[in-house]
């Protein structure tokens, strides 16, 4: 399996913007996740987090579902 391929939605790039998160620490998480949870309301979302070096190691959690055109599309961010 190579390096997760993913897009943003319209709230997820804001999110993103907004929080100066960058889309270099989502592939990361995607890729490595030190933790993945199921949705609470959602089964079709997944939480992969993990911490950020550059924010001192402040975990970040991406919300995100598969689909048959990516390996994992982003629906939304937050950081912990």
């Not at 949870?37 to 919300?63: C, M, T």
Request: no cysteine; glycine share 6%.
């Amino acid at each position: 399996m190579g390096e997760p391929t993913w897009t943003s939605g319209a709230h997820a790039t804001n999110v993103l913007r907004d929080r100066a998160i960058d889309p270099d620490w989502i592939a990361r998480v995607l890729k490595a996740p030190q933790r993945e949870e199921s949705d609470q309301v959602d089964p079709s979302l997944r939480h992969a987090l993990a911490p950020i070096d550059d924010r001192d190691g402040r975990v970040l959690r991406v919300v995100y579902q598969t689909s048959a055109d990516y390996e994992s599309v982003i629906v939304g961010e937050a950081g912990s």
